[in-house]
């Protein structure tokens, strides 16, 4: 047993008889797992597929989904068409955003969105900015929020300081905004 900090490590450990000496040697063959307050808890290890990894956003996006809604209420077109359109601005916003892989959703280009909808890029950041009530550039470190996935596990990001404050003072738990 070994003690860091507040946790006791076990490990795996024999003796071995050294010639020249009155007493055998420990000999530690590996950690067996760690002792809490719980009991034992035997080691596991967890293989990751490091040959395909997806690193994609989700704080910003999951921030602007809260108000998809209000802006799908005021457009036109099919709920569809409005879902799909709102999402593409996001994706127009964060390149990366998870939205890019969402099945059932789709993303239109710049171009799609000018000639079939004919709308005003700026017009329509304007109108999220004005919906969720911050200046999209104010929002900006909710872009570094991420999900990481490696095979079928996934990882995610830790908050900075700076992103702790901003979630804090727009009133967003932290759990809202992580990819479900």
Do not use: W
């Amino acid at each position: 047993m070994k003690r860091v900090n507040d946790t006791y490590y076990a490990y795996y450990a024999t003796s071995k008889r050294v010639p020249d000496k009155k007493y055998p040697v420990q000999v530690i063959k590996g950690l067996a797992g760690r002792v809490d307050e719980n009991g034992f808890h035997k080691l596991s290890r967890a293989f990751v597929d490091t040959g395909h990894v997806v690193v994609r956003e989700c704080g910003f996006t999951n921030f602007l989904l809260k108000f998809e809604e209000e802006y799908i209420s005021r457009r036109k077109e099919t709920v569809r068409e409005r879902k799909n359109l709102y999402r593409s601005m996001i994706v127009y916003l964060s390149n990366n955003s998870y939205l890019n892989d969402e099945p059932g959703t789709a993303i239109y280009s710049v171009s799609e969105m000018i000639g079939k909808f004919q709308i005003g890029i700026p017009n329509q950041i304007t109108a999220i900015s004005k919906i969720c009530e911050y200046d999209l550039q104010e929002l900006e470190p909710l872009k570094y929020i991420c999900s990481v996935a490696m095979g079928n596990r996934r990882f995610e990001s830790e908050l900075t300081d700076a992103q702790k404050e901003l979630l804090e003072r727009i009133g967003i738990a932290e759990d809202d905004i992580r990819r479900g």
